[in-house]
C-alpha cells in the first residue's frame, strides 16, 4: 500500500487513488468485514477529488484493521484479486 496509495495520495494523484482503493479492496481478507466498505469510500472520493476524504477513508481502515493485520497477516502471501 505504500508503494501505490501513500504515494498517489501524497501526490494529490486521484485517478491513481482510485485504481489504488480499487486494488486494496480487491486484495482485502474476507474476514474483515468493513475493508472494502472503506475502499470503496476511498474510491469514491478520489472520484469527487476529496483529498481529505481520501485520508479519512485510509485513517479509518488503518484504525480498524493495521494492528491485527502487522500482528497476524502481514507474512501472508497477497490474495488474488477478485
Known amino acids: 500500500m505504500k508503494a501505490n496509495a501513500s504515494q498517489r495520495l501524497n501526490l494529490g494523484d486521484f485517478a491513481g487513488m482510485e485504481r489504488a ?4 479492496g480487491q486484495l ?4 474483515y468485514a468493513d475493508w472494502q466498505a ?3 469510500s476511498g ?3 478520489a472520484k469527487a477529488r476529496d483529498l481529505e476524504e481520501c485520508r ?3 485513517k479509518r481502515c488503518h484504525d480498524a484493521y493495521r494492528a491485527t493485520y502487522r500482528r497476524t497477516r502481514r ?5 488474488e484479486a477478485r
Open 75 to 79: 507474512a501472508d502471501p497477497l490474495r
Open 38 to 40: 472503506y475502499a470503496r
Open 56 to 58: 479519512r477513508a485510509c
Open 21 to 24: 482503493f480499487e486494488r486494496i
Open 43 to 45: 474510491r469514491d472520493a
Open 28 to 31: 482485502g481478507p474476507e474476514d
